[in-house]
Structures are given as structure tokens and as C-alpha cells.
């Protein structure tokens, strides 16, 4: 069974945004860019999905700058088989990403497309959703355990979601979009051979005009704007002055 896993080059989460000084978004000038996380974790579930015999193949791809091949040989690394570098230099916006997926999902016929359930760029939590709608296959948001049955047991795919009130369980017919939670697995460190040996592996790069979709932006961003400052705390001597201070100066109580 062949696994579509789409990863995306963001601003690394140890860094820290700066905003633009007109406010028309983040710049990202010089600073260190990684997988997102949350697709780090959809490749390690994947590679184990191989290393427990369900998965066949896996294909990673990345829309993006030029820089995204670095995003792709990681996950070379970590054990995918082949990238596809779907190259532009706007960032496009979920549903774009989605139609470009299905475009790649057609031509490549998967049974099933794993992806991190966000960005933490732009934290839309949009693109696995709108990919289910598109392609009219079944989804499974917000995996915390991923269980698939070989396609000769029916081609099920198990999952555990997490939701407010506990854990909810579901099964899902293949072809279907998993996008993948934080606890469901630790993503591994590709070691120093498994680095050298994704150099080697197949990475094709195409352009949107190869895969012939739309990618005209629908929204705009108006602004961006630092978080407010938070105004420095206060320590009190004891309960009571604690009290009188959530009374008579927070008036919270
Ligand atoms: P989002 O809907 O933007 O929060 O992104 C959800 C998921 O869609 C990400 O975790 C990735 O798996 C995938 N994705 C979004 N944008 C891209 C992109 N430019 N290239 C590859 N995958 C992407």
C-alpha cells in the first residue's frame, strides 16, 4: 500500500516570529526553517506503518520554495522512499495545497494520505480536511493511535482521536486522510548513514503547471501584529494581601 505524506517548510518552533515592521507578515530573513512538527510525526507514523509491513511505499511531498528539498531529504532520512517538490514561490494558501494534493494523489493513487492535522505556521488546521472533501474520501482528524488492516482484510484504517471528553475510536474505510495529533508518536532522529543514503534517493520537482491547478489566492491578509506584551507580575507577602489585591485592584473576586 503506497502512503502520500505532504510536509511543510515553516519558521522552526524554537524561534521566536519577528513581525514585520508594516505589518504584512512574519520575516522570515535568516532564520532557521524545519519540518513541521506535526508532519514529523505523520512520516514516523508512516515509516512504522512500513516497518510493520502495511505500508509499501512512502511519498513525500512538499509545495514550496526551493529550500523545501531540505524539508524532503529529512524525511528521506527519517525513512521515506521518493519526494515530489511541487516548486512555487508564493505560499499557498489550504486550499490550494488540498487541490494540488489531489492533483498528486491521482497521479500517484495512494490508500492513504497522512498529514499533520496543522501548520504551525499559519495554524489552519484546513488542508487534510479540505483534501477529504476534494477527493470524497473518508477522514480521520487528530490521530493519537493509527491502526491499518492489509488491504486484503478489507482496508480499514483504525483510529483513536482525541476529543474533549476522552478518546473516540473510529474506523474509516481506505482510501481515506489521516492527519496526525501530538501524542501519537516520538518522530526518531535520522542518523548519520540514513542522512547520507536520502541522498541518493529519487526527489522529482515539479511546477503547478505540470499538475495543472488553479492556485489564485481567495483570502487576503490584512495584518499581522505582535501578540500584546504581558505587563509585568507582582509578588505579594502573604494570602490575605493576595486577596485584598484580587478585591480591590483586579476586582476578579
Ligand atoms: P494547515 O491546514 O495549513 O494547518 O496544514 C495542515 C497540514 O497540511 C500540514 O501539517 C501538512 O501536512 C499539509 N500542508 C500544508 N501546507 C503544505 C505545503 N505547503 N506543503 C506540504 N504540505 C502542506
Excluded at 495543472?212 to 506584551?229: A, C, F, K
Excluded at 502573604?238 to 484580587?246: D, H, I, P
Amino acid at each position: 500500500m503506497k502512503l502520500l505524506v505532504p510536509v511543510k517548510r515553516v519558521l522552526d518552533y524554537n524561534v521566536k516570529p519577528r513581525v514585520r515592521a508594516d505589518g504584512t507578515g512574519v520575516d522570515l530573513a535568516g532564520s532557521k526553517m524545519s519540518m513541521n512538527p506535526f508532519d514529523e510525526i505523520a512520516v514516523e507514523e508512516a515509516v512504522r506503518l512500513r516497518e510493520r509491513g502495511v505500508a509499501t511505499e512512502i511519498v513525500v511531498v512538499s509545495i514550496g520554495v526551493q529550500q523545501c528539498q531540505e524539508t524532503l531529504r529529512t524525511a528521506l532520512a527519517m525513512g521515506a522512499d521518493r519526494a515530489i517538490l511541487v516548486l512555487t514561490e508564493a505560499a499557498p494558501e489550504p486550499l490550494a495545497v488540498a487541490k494540488l494534493l489531489r492533483a498528486l494523489v491521482l497521479r500517484e493513487g495512494p490508500r492513504l494520505v497522512v498529514l499533520g492535522k496543522q501548520a504551525i505556521d499559519d495554524d489552519m488546521n484546513a488542508t487534510g480536511q479540505m483534501l477529504a472533501g476534494l477527493l470524497g474520501w473518508a477522514q480521520a482528524t487528530f490521530a493519537s493511535r493509527v491502526e491499518v488492516a492489509a488491504e486484503a482484510d478489507g482496508g480499514t484504517a483504525t483510529v483513536t482521536r482525541e476529543v474533549d471528553g476522552g478518546l473516540e475510536t473510529i474506523a474509516v474505510a481506505l482510501p481515506a486522510i489521516v492527519t496526525v495529533d501530538l501524542r501519537l508518536n516520538e518522530p526518531r532522529y535520522a542518523s548519520l548513514p540514513n542522512i547520507m543514503k536520502a541522498r541518493k534517493k529519487p526527489m522529482e520537482t515539479l511546477s503547478l503547471g505540470d499538475l495543472g491547478v488553479d492556485v489564485t489566492p481567495r483570502l487576503t491578509t490584512l495584518r499581522v501584529s505582535e501578540p500584546p506584551v504581558r505587563k509585568g507580575g507582582v509578588t505579594v507577602g502573604s494570602v490575605a494581601e493576595l486577596v485584598s489585591k484580587l478585591r480591590s485592584e483586579a476586582r476578579v473576586i
